[in-house]
């Protein structure tokens, strides 16, 4: 097969999954036609077996519908299962000083608060990406102004409850910064606009944890980006580095600067080869860069999402750099990821696999995997070898 | 081989890992010459990984010196040791209000508080076993009034911080009541003393959770003992229930209770058997009463403290009713535990297994586990298999 018939290839599987086999599993599934907003605890087969809705999850497949409806097709049910979810996050999801809550009750009562700042950011993930799809700017207004928050508390979670002790080792996550980046993008929908400060912020935070002389990127270093020799210092990330990479190569392209998307598209490299399990294939949940056991006990689990982040990052390193390795590296995730994770006799991808790559988990949504993952790497892979096709 | 042949190969077998292989492992690299108390995170070969100070492994280990000296060897190096551990708990590892860390640095600067109150038992436990140890009475009194703190604090958890919010449905866990009665045993070295009302306090709402008609044990059930409906209160944690199992027992057999007695051997049973995985062999971690997918990633897998607690559940059952399956089912967790779990090449077993069976995780001890589940299940089955040569 040559080149630009692999690429139609890749482009028609990933069409048929995205919208034959995920869109309909959410569309068919997860509305709660009595409170609104969505059922996101679906079994394999789409049955709910929680009614708790996760605020992430509400937000993010709020954002999903939003926008297949503005750049697939305008089709009415997308914006109505969009607004759905809108409707009930503002009726239910936020309190008055701007938290939003982690877990409701179908009817909106709230079950759990994170001391955290995630909820808050896919709230405003999905204010922005329904007003881009609505043209309605009042929904863009809340989304600056939830972003605003944010980006406050971001800077001393103090504020939403963390407490801070004396024997705290300071450092930093790569998960703020490459959030707080990523929501930029998607208020202003790559266009910067007035946040020119807060993105140079967020990049230069970001690199904080790129260590290029290890060719490795820590999710947690010292506030001067040094590394820290415990298990959070040592703690790799794969996935999260390689969606940082592509967050970040945005920007890059955006404003032309090749030392940042070099930077980028080594961070998506790195992370893939220090990540791949070359024994059974898949990339690891987590790694201890000194090579220890990972603490967390599902570390060398394979999850759906690392391997979605991978299959985008690495096609759009092929297509801004054009080398041979970046399409490999594509093609050996993507077909790692449609051989492991999609169930096509229900719909949507199986979203943990142990080690050895058996399903371990055969829900389809829980409390952390929902209608966000699958259908956005899926779309975005879309996207891009649709690109390529045309050039 | 024959019954009595049996329990003496049984014996000998226990004796040689607890004294040989287990607890000198713990000698040998936790303790820190420098500032007292032990390094808790330990590489297979014992090698510190994580300087850091857990405190329910701190309060533990000083529990399971303070025991082997009181009931084993007045040896006095086992004495030194769990005065460390002592000496470095009640100088960093409470507060004023008598709220207890959960991790310190190694010098005892604070590190992580939970909004729980198992560090805070873990602290009185350390303390009864080394007043119970030493013979000095001041060391009960603390641990005396720190259950009474802990006693007030387990009524209404919003003391320790933990958020009380409109949706969450009203339930209570079976961890609490069997860790307060547990500390009253070991408080009072099981005579229950003046906490008559406590212990039945404790019995009452452990029995809430014993659905004999399903022949199982809820971790989480309504205030009322009703099973709820959702992955909270469908979650099954069989360790748990085996181990809630005997705390019950030892109350059982010292008041003379045979109805109680009989309902703690069945917990036992039917939680093994349910829990048992009959594909690979081993104790799932958690399941879903309803046959779900549990959502905790480590749903499946194979963790050396349920098989520890089943190890001596077994045994105290076969040996207080003299049913041969539940020698077989001793037999059984026995065996799978020490083909799978000890590492005979440098001491001390290996906590986390996947599902097969292969080893996950090759640290010793880490945040959750140290020198605490495997030399207590040694020593209880070793001190009932030397009761039961006797007899």
Same mark, same amino acid.
């Given at each position: 097969m040559n080149a630009s018939n692999a690429i139609s290839a890749y482009r028609k599987q990933i069409e048929r999954e995205l919208f034959d086999h995920v869109i309909p599993f959410w569309e068919r599934h /997860?509305?709660?036609?009595?409170?609104?907003?969505?059922?996101?605890?679906?079994?394999?087969?789409?049955?709910?077996?929680?009614t708790r809705k996760h605020i992430w999850l509400q937000g993010r497949q709020a954002w999903m519908f939003s926008t297949l409806y503005r750049t697939v097709e305008q089709k009415k049910e997308w914006l109505d299962m969009a607004a759905s979810g809108i409707r009930f996050l503002r009726d239910h999801a936020i309190r008055e000083d701007g938290r939003v809550w982690f877990a409701l009750t179908a009817?909106?009562?709230?079950?759990h608060i994170q001391r955290k700042i995630f909820s808050e950011c896919f709230y405003t993930m999905a204010l922005a990406g329904y007003a881009h799809a609505t043209g309605e700017s009042r929904y863009l207004r809340e989304a600056e102004e939830q972003l605003e928050r944010v980006w406050e508390w971001s800077k001393d979670l103090a504020k939403v409850g963390r407490p801070v002790l004396?024997?705290?080792?300071p450092s930093q996550a790569l998960a703020i910064p490459m959030i707080l980046l990523n929501l930029i993008e998607e208020v202003t929908l790559g266009e910067g606009g007035k946040y020119r400060a807060e993105i140079d912020e967020c990049i230069r935070r970001m690199l904080l944890h790129v260590h290029p002389d290890r060719q490795l990127v820590f999710e947690t270093v010292a506030p001067d980006g040094s590394f820290i020799d415990d298990p959070d210092g040592r703690f790799l990330n794969p996935g999260h580095a390689i969606e940082a990479g592509w967050f970040l190569q945005h920007w890059a392209q955006r404003r032309g600067d090749r030392e940042l998307a070099e930077t980028a598209a080594d961070m998506v490299r790195w992370s893939f080869r220090s990540g791949?399990? /070359?024994?059974?294939g898949g990339i690891y949940y987590f790694l201890d860069s000194e090579g220890y056991s990972p603490v967390p006990l599902e570390w060398s689990m394979k999850l759906w999402w690392p391997h979605c982040e991978a299959m985008y990052a690495h096609l759009l390193n092929y297509k801004l750099f054009g080398r041979e390795s970046d399409w490999q590296a594509f093609a050996q995730v993507t077909d790692y990821s449609f051989a492991h994770?999609?169930?096509?006799?229900?719909g949507e991808w199986y979203g943990y696999l142990d080690r050895r790559g058996n399903?371990?988990?055969?829900?389809?949504?829980?409390p952390y995997k929902g209608c966000f993952h699958v259908p956005r790497a899926l779309w975005l892979c879309w996207n891009t070898l649709r690109e390529m096709e045309v050039s």
């Open positions: /997860s509305p709660d036609p009595e409170h609104g907003g969505y059922f996101n605890c679906l079994d394999r087969d789409g049955k709910v077996y929680d009817d909106g009562r709230p079950v004396e024997g705290q080792t791949w399990d /070359s024994e059974h994770f999609p169930d096509h006799e229900h399903v371990t988990h055969r829900f389809k949504g829980g």
